[in-house]
C-alpha cells in the first residue's frame, strides 16, 4: 500500500511539473456561494468550485448546504452548460435534505458559460422555489486577481 502511494505522489509530480504554473491555476476555480433566494426563514446554500473553461468536459462541484428547518424543504442544485458549438443542456439535479452534502455536475462538452442554479426544494409538492440562478463566463474569471 506504501509503494501504491509513493508512486501516485510522484506521477502527481511529474504530471504537474509539465504543466505551466498558470494552466495549473486555472484547473480549478472557487466561485464562491450561491444562495437561494429570501423569503422566509431557510434558504439553501451551494459553495461552487469549478473547473477551467478549457477542460473538454466542464465540472461544477463543491458542498450543498440546507438551511431550511422547515420539514420537507431540501436545497436544490443544478447547472446549465452552455455549449461552444451552440446549444444548451442541464445536468442532472443533485439534492440534499441534510446539513451539507458534496455535489459534483459535468458537461457533455466544452462550454462557454454556465448558469448554476440554487434553489429549496419541496419534497411534497416535488417543486422547487425560491432559485437564484449565477451566470459563470470565463470573461468574469479572466479579471479576478491571482
Known amino acids: 500500500?506504501?509503494?501504491?502511494?509513493?508512486?501516485?505522489?510522484v506521477l502527481a509530480f511529474v504530471i504537474g511539473a509539465g504543466v505551466p504554473a498558470s494552466a495549473q491555476?486555472?484547473?480549478?476555480?472557487?466561485?464562491?456561494?450561491?444562495q437561494s433566494s429570501a423569503?422566509?426563514?431557510?434558504?439553501?446554500?451551494?459553495?461552487?468550485?469549478?473547473?477551467?473553461f478549457s477542460a473538454e468536459t466542464f465540472v461544477v462541484y463543491g458542498k450543498l448546504y440546507d438551511r431550511d428547518t422547515h420539514r420537507g424543504h431540501c436545497a436544490y442544485t443544478r447547472a446549465r452548460f452552455h455549449y461552444v458549438g451552440g446549444g444548451t443542456g442541464w445536468s442532472r439535479p443533485r439534492s440534499t435534505c441534510s446539513a451539507k452534502s458534496s455535489f459534483r455536475l459535468t458537461s457533455d462538452g466544452e462550454i462557454n458559460r454556465v448558469d448554476v442554479k440554487v434553489?429549496?426544494?419541496?419534497?411534497?409538492?416535488?417543486?422547487?422555489?425560491?432559485?437564484?440562478v449565477d451566470a459563470i463566463k470565463p470573461e468574469i474569471i479572466a479579471n479576478w486577481p491571482q
Open 1 to 9: 500500500m506504501r509503494k501504491t502511494l509513493v508512486i501516485g505522489g
Open 25 to 34: 491555476a486555472a484547473a480549478r476555480v472557487h466561485w464562491g456561494p450561491v
Open 39 to 52: 423569503g422566509h426563514s431557510g434558504h439553501a446554500k451551494a459553495d461552487v468550485w469549478i473547473s477551467g
Open 119 to 132: 434553489c429549496l426544494y419541496d419534497r411534497g409538492l416535488r417543486k422547487t422555489f425560491k432559485c437564484h
